[in-house]
Protein backbone atom coordinates (compact mmCIF):
# COMPACT_ATOMS: atom_id res chain seq x y z
CA UNK A 1 0.00 0.00 0.00
CA UNK A 2 2.36 2.38 0.61
CA UNK A 3 3.96 4.32 -1.96
CA UNK A 4 7.39 6.16 -2.69
CA UNK A 5 6.59 9.56 -3.88
CA UNK A 6 9.54 10.86 -6.14
CA UNK A 7 10.33 14.36 -8.09
CA UNK A 8 12.46 16.90 -9.06
CA UNK A 9 13.58 15.39 -12.47
CA UNK A 10 13.27 17.77 -15.53
CA UNK A 11 15.45 18.90 -18.39
CA UNK A 12 18.78 20.81 -18.56
CA UNK A 13 21.88 21.52 -20.33
CA UNK A 14 25.29 19.66 -19.55
CA UNK A 15 26.26 20.87 -16.98
CA UNK A 16 23.24 22.08 -15.04
CA UNK A 17 21.82 20.55 -12.30
CA UNK A 18 18.59 19.06 -10.27
CA UNK A 19 17.88 17.45 -6.65
CA UNK A 20 15.64 14.49 -6.88
CA UNK A 21 13.87 13.84 -3.78
CA UNK A 22 11.55 10.74 -2.25
CA UNK A 23 9.58 10.09 0.25
CA UNK A 24 7.01 7.21 1.35
CA UNK A 25 3.83 7.90 1.10
CA UNK A 26 3.58 6.19 4.84
CA UNK A 27 5.72 4.16 7.45
CA UNK A 28 8.02 1.77 5.98
CA UNK A 29 9.60 -0.24 8.94
CA UNK A 30 13.22 -1.23 9.29
CA UNK A 31 14.55 0.55 6.31
CA UNK A 32 17.89 -0.98 5.52
CA UNK A 33 19.26 1.26 2.73
CA UNK A 34 17.63 4.40 0.25
CA UNK A 35 18.86 4.86 -3.13
CA UNK A 36 18.53 5.66 -6.55
CA UNK A 37 18.69 3.43 -9.72
CA UNK A 38 18.30 4.69 -13.44
CA UNK A 39 17.17 3.14 -16.50
CA UNK A 40 18.01 4.50 -20.10
CA UNK A 41 16.61 3.10 -23.37
CA UNK A 42 18.57 0.41 -24.47
CA UNK A 43 19.93 0.03 -20.94
CA UNK A 44 19.95 -2.01 -17.68
CA UNK A 45 18.73 -0.82 -14.70
CA UNK A 46 22.01 0.87 -12.68
CA UNK A 47 22.36 1.64 -9.64
CA UNK A 48 22.95 5.73 -9.16
CA UNK A 49 23.87 6.18 -5.57
CA UNK A 50 22.42 4.46 -2.05
CA UNK A 51 22.57 5.41 1.57
CA UNK A 52 22.04 3.58 4.69
CA UNK A 53 20.53 4.66 7.76
CA UNK A 54 23.81 5.43 9.40
CA UNK A 55 24.76 7.83 6.71
CA UNK A 56 27.05 5.56 4.65
CA UNK A 57 27.01 5.86 0.95
CA UNK A 58 28.01 4.20 -2.41
CA UNK A 59 28.08 5.64 -6.16
CA UNK A 60 28.45 4.14 -9.62
CA UNK A 61 31.75 5.07 -10.67
CA UNK A 62 30.04 6.93 -13.51
CA UNK A 63 28.44 9.80 -10.93
CA UNK A 64 30.94 10.26 -8.05
CA UNK A 65 32.48 13.59 -7.46
CA UNK A 66 28.97 15.02 -9.19
CA UNK A 67 26.54 13.06 -7.34
CA UNK A 68 25.34 12.92 -3.99
CA UNK A 69 23.05 11.13 -1.88
CA UNK A 70 21.41 12.34 1.54
CA UNK A 71 18.81 11.51 3.59
CA UNK A 72 16.52 13.37 6.04
CA UNK A 73 15.45 10.79 8.77
CA UNK A 74 13.31 13.04 10.32
CA UNK A 75 11.31 13.39 7.37
CA UNK A 76 11.91 9.58 6.09
CA UNK A 77 13.06 11.69 2.77
CA UNK A 78 16.18 10.60 0.73
CA UNK A 79 17.55 13.15 -1.92
CA UNK A 80 19.96 13.16 -4.67
CA UNK A 81 21.78 16.17 -5.93
CA UNK A 82 23.01 15.92 -9.31
CA UNK A 83 25.54 18.28 -10.20
CA UNK A 84 27.51 18.51 -13.63
CA UNK A 85 24.72 16.46 -15.46
CA UNK A 86 25.72 14.78 -18.57
CA UNK A 87 24.05 13.66 -21.85
CA UNK A 88 24.83 9.79 -20.51
CA UNK A 89 23.28 10.82 -17.25
CA UNK A 90 19.44 11.17 -19.08
CA UNK A 91 17.33 8.23 -17.63
CA UNK A 92 14.27 7.96 -15.81
CA UNK A 93 15.57 7.44 -12.32
CA UNK A 94 13.94 5.25 -9.59
CA UNK A 95 13.80 5.71 -6.02
CA UNK A 96 14.21 2.32 -4.15
CA UNK A 97 13.84 1.54 -0.31
CA UNK A 98 14.87 -1.66 0.72
CA UNK A 99 13.40 -3.30 3.90
CA UNK A 100 14.29 -6.16 5.85
CA UNK A 101 12.36 -8.21 6.65
CA UNK A 102 14.29 -10.88 8.07
CA UNK A 103 18.24 -12.04 8.67
CA UNK A 104 18.52 -12.47 4.95
CA UNK A 105 15.43 -11.32 3.22
CA UNK A 106 14.65 -7.77 2.22
CA UNK A 107 11.68 -6.00 0.13
CA UNK A 108 12.01 -3.46 -2.42
CA UNK A 109 9.49 -0.29 -2.78
CA UNK A 110 9.92 1.58 -5.68
CA UNK A 111 9.24 5.14 -6.95
CA UNK A 112 7.15 5.42 -9.92
CA UNK A 113 9.94 6.87 -11.72
CA UNK A 114 10.95 10.54 -12.72
CA UNK A 115 12.88 11.29 -16.32
CA UNK A 116 16.07 13.49 -15.88
CA UNK A 117 17.38 14.66 -19.51
CA UNK A 118 20.56 16.64 -19.81
CA UNK A 119 21.04 17.87 -23.17
CA UNK A 120 21.36 20.71 -25.53
Known amino acids: QVQLVESGGGLVQPGGSLRLSCAPSGVIFSIATMGWYRQAPGKQRELVAG???????NYADSVKGRFTISRDNAKNTVYLQMNSLKPEDTAVYYCNVKQRTGRETTYDYWGQGTQVTASS
Open 51 to 57: ITTGGNT
